[in-house]
């Protein structure tokens, strides 16, 4: 695998970054997690966006173009020869003296990774997933807002952990005023009566590129409306059906949340049309903007 840092492509074995990185010594960085579909950069414009956003978010200027860092994301994907793939792009603060200020270091460091990604095994695909609640709520927007793609993954991380000891894959949460927010890395819709429903993004959540391409695409294109509102878990237990979309899951239904089940504890009806209609779309031309 080749990876691209700071300008180069280098081995895999040879892409490493100082310990002085700010990126490793406080999470001081932005990410972006993007899919390649047969050769296609999904929805590369709207991760573009978003990872400027949020790189301002947290006042780091970053050092290579829009369009120079576009052409890296292109050529890391050439250069490693998969016409399906996951690419990871990150900007650190990059190195600097010990200490918080991110202003003492001079130049962020920029990495293009691109390998395969299997989230959740696929089985799960077929039959539904089951899901927990975490116990640890969401960080409140005032803190750290959801909608900046920080290095700041811990707080999810640790709802991952208890997801992990529940013995399942993924986990539910819940911001501080007790609104479902979102998953650990996937955001959450649920359908009752035919209408799709998902949290708002003032919910403190990631505005996600799948939930934004469910939302205005694939849900109209396939006859169903989707709403945003805020919800409560009560909403997640008398649903017909849940699902959760992102971009290394996907579209993946959910079969029960704490041992509930959830409609009739298998991917329902509607998920498998939004599921069908998403993979037929990213198979054939996937949209680049
Ligand atoms: N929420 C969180 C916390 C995430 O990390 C992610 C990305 N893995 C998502 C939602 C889904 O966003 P996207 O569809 O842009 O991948």
């Given at each position: 695998m080749k990876v691209w840092l700071d300008g180069h492509l280098v081995d895999k074995q040879h892409a490493v970054v100082p310990v002085y990185d700010h990126g490793l010594l406080y999470g001081d960085g932005v990410f972006e997690g993007i899919r390649v579909y047969n050769g296609r950069i999904f929805k590369l414009k709207s991760h573009l966006d978003r990872l400027e956003a949020s790189a301002h978010a947290i006042h780091l200027t970053m050092h290579y173009t829009r369009r120079e860092i576009e052409q890296a994301v292109r050529e890391t994907v050439s250069a490693n020869g998969l016409k399906d793939a996951y690419i990871r792009l990150v900007v650190t603060?990059?190195?600097?003296?010990?200490?918080?200020?991110?202003?003492?270091?001079p130049k962020p460091t920029t990495i293009v990774i691109v390998d395969r990604i299997q989230?959740?095994?696929?089985e799960l695909y077929e039959n539904g997933m089951p899901v927990i609640v975490a116990k640890r709520p969401r960080i409140p927007v005032e803190c750290l807002d959801p909608s900046v793609k920080s290095l700041n993954y811990l707080n999810n991380i640790l709802a991952k952990v208890e997801a992990h000891e529940a013995g399942v894959h993924e986990a539910i949460m819940l911001n501080t005023d007790g609104e479902v927010a979102e998953c650990t890395g996937d955001n959450i819709f649920f359908i009752r009566g035919g209408r799709v429903v998902t949290p708002p993004v003032?919910?403190?959540?990631?505005?996600?590129v799948t939930r934004l391409f469910v939302m205005n695409d694939i849900a109209p294109f396939c006859g169903v409306a989707v709403e945003e509102r805020s919800m409560r878990l009560e909403d997640l237990f008398t649903a017909d059906e849940v699902f959760l979309t992102g971009t290394a899951a996907e579209i993946i239904g959910v079969s029960s949340i704490d041992g509930e089940v959830i409609g009739?504890?298998?991917?329902g009806p509607i998920t498998s049309k939004l599921i069908a209609e998403f993979k037929s779309r990213v198979a054939s031309q996937a949209p680049e903007d």
């Open positions: 603060r990059g190195p600097g003296p010990l200490g918080l200020n991110p202003f003492t270091c989230l959740y095994p696929t003032t919910a403190g959540i990631l505005n996600g009739e504890g298998k991917v």
